[in-house]
């Protein structure tokens, strides 16, 4: 038995396959992530072609099949497909990452309402920036790191129990947690955390506006974040789209 389910996707990845059909990763409101086959999809008088492109937001028209690899597309329209993220590499950069994470760190047919809801908002958000893409791309990927169920804590020393860093660095050991820094000497690696990163970082929890916060230490706290993930998730190697655009 397979279903019929319309519902609003956002296009992940898309490849060629065999000579004339495409197979899609789209994460979907309804069942969340799934792979699915376009029949036709590369010809070019293809209703369907077009539409189906990566960071596209669509409604589509599938036959859900439970115990079935490829669901199978057999309609899409598209809601927004984001013009001015598609032309500004800038944008371009941090579009291609979400869609990255979402695509290498979820799992099929798991539906996420909040995630798929924040994947619209951070695309709509970078559509209309003028600048701060970076700062956009960070609250979404502490976000992204929440969902997938990992909680980062800044309070206090995990080691000695001190809380109120007064204006110092800490240090964030990716196996303990946080450390003060007299605490920090007794472990081999851990992360400088500066006040500058630390106020960055809580404050991208929450909506506090963080327009003083300098470019470099936004950069700083993406790249925390994705040695946090590549510590707790073995086979993720960081984002791709961030080095190479
Ligand atoms: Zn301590």
Redesign the pocket.
């Known amino acids: 038995m397979s279903e019929i389910i319309k519902t609003e996707a956002v296009v992940l990845s898309k490849m060629n396959y065999g000579d004339t059909s495409l197979i899609v990763s789209l994460f979907t409101k309804e069942l969340g992530k799934i792979s699915a086959i376009v029949k036709g999809g590369r010809n070019p008088k293809s209703k369907i072609a077009l539409k189906v492109d990566p960071l596209n937001l669509l409604e589509v028209v599938f036959y859900n099949k439970l115990n079935r690899d490829l669901q199978i597309v057999s309609s899409a329209d598209i809601i927004s497909h984001y013009p001015a993220i598609k032309s500004e590499l800038e944008k371009l950069k941090y579009g291609q990452s979400v869609l990255e994470i979402v695509k290498y760190l979820t799992v099929e047919h798991e539906q996420n309402l909040r995630l798929f809801n924040g994947i619209v908002r951070i695309f709509s958000l970078l559509e209309e920036s003028k600048g701060g893409q970076n700062l956009v791309f960070a609250r979404f990927f502490l976000f992204f790191i929440t969902e997938l169920g990992y909680q980062i804590q800044f309070q206090k020393?995990v080691?000695?129990g001190?809380g109120g860093f007064g204006g110092k660095s800490i240090f964030y050991n990716f196996d303990q947690g946080m450390?003060?820094n007299?605490?920090s000497k007794n472990f081999i690696e851990s992360f400088e955390i500066y006040p500058e990163l630390l106020d960055c970082l809580i404050g991208l929890r929450t909506n506090k506006i963080l327009d003083n916060v300098s470019k470099k230490t936004v950069d700083n706290a993406i790249a925390f974040m994705e040695k946090f993930l590549k510590y707790h998730i073995s086979d993720f190697k960081g984002i791709k789209s961030l080095q190479l655009l």
């Open positions: 020393c080691s000695c001190t450390l003060c007299n605490c």
